[in-house]
């Protein structure tokens, strides 16, 4: 169904749109950007325009409508513009939503209202989620009427636009550990990690950088994060473990290697952390060479941007 479109494409399908909307090398201006996805927000209509809701945005919605709803087109309804940012091309939305069956009226599902529910979302322009929001202000709430296709029935979504969320972590500074690698960091959040002039440890350590408070990630969620790895042995940034310098932080499932997760799983979101890696944590041991990763003793900065439990991909 629709829904399930809505709720994968905020975790699996929005790394190709991702890379897809990174992968350009000419950007058009910001004003110009903006323009283009205010005017892609799909128009509002009859459909969208005879439901009416009940609810707080940013609480439970509960939506009323004649059924069954005919409906030809996308339609989008804005019910409450917010009092917030105007959304942006590439910005990471969090949002919430409650869909119906539009033959029916019944409620399909609700989602989003509780933390590690739905990962943040990309705004690019031409996807569903562009045409849903547009350049919509945060604190805004729209109905969306979508129509029947061959495979899926026509559904209502009511949807709430919460926050953009920082493409660097949020959280409190900690206190800095000892015999850790320091980080420094741009004012973009960029982290340059400087590796002691010490022997590497022979155990994973974890320690946190700024301590966030949001939902805490547990194993096997997808996630949105920012990381940088270097060599210990170099202190230089390894070819593909480098987030910044490929300016889309990762999206996707909890994939990485033992020491990698081990860090992450039990942090609260809006956290970032500090790990280092030994071999048999990482890619095994082995002589330290240039062409892999093998033997070495690996630090990362994470930066903790969402996470989602796996259930809510199923």
């Not at 009416?52 to 709803?69: D, S, Y």
Request: aromatic share 6%; hydrophobic share 40%; net charge negative.
């Amino acid at each position: 169904m629709r829904l399930r479109r809505l709720t994968v494409l905020s975790v699996a399908a929005v790394s190709a749109l991702l890379l897809a909307g990174c992968s350009g090398t000419t950007e058009a201006p910001a004003e110009e950007t903006s323009s283009a996805l205010c005017a892609g927000q799909a128009a509002s209509g009859e459909a969208s325009e005879s439901v009416t809701v009940e609810g707080a945005v940013g609480e439970a919605a509960t939506a009323t409508f004649e059924a069954p709803l005919e409906v030809s087109e996308l339609q989008v309804t804005t019910l409450e513009a917010g009092d917030g940012d105007q959304i942006a091309v590439g910005d990471f939305i969090a949002y919430t939503l409650t869909a119906y069956d539009a033959e029916s009226g019944e409620e399909l599902t609700s989602m989003g209202y509780e933390p590690g529910q739905i990962l943040p979302t990309q705004i690019t322009e031409g996807t569903v989620f562009s045409q849903v929001f547009g350049c919509s202000t945060v604190g805004s709430r729209v109905v969306a009427a979508f129509p029947a296709d061959e495979t899926v029935a026509s559904e209502v979504y009511v949807l709430d636009l919460l926050s953009v969320v920082p493409t660097a972590a949020w959280g409190e500074e900690q206190e800095p550990v000892e015999g850790m690698p320091t980080v420094e960091l741009a004012e973009d959040g960029t982290p340059t990690i400087t590796v002691p002039e010490t022997d590497a440890p022979t155990e994973t350590e974890i320690a946190v950088l700024t301590k966030g408070d949001g939902y805490e990630v547990q194993e096997g969620d997808n996630l949105l994060i920012q990381f940088r790895g270097a060599r210990w042995s170099t202190g230089e940034v390894f070819e593909g473990g480098d987030t910044w310098e490929s300016g889309s932080p990762y999206i996707g499932p909890m994939q990485f290697i033992e020491g990698f997760q081990q860090a992450i799983v039990g942090q609260p979101v809006g956290s970032q952390v500090i790990v280092v890696i030994p071999p048999a944590a990482g890619y095994g041991e082995g002589e330290i060479n240039a062409d892999d990763l093998v033997g070495e003793t690996l630090v990362f900065v994470i930066d903790i941007l969402g996470a989602q439990t796996a259930t809510q991909t199923q």
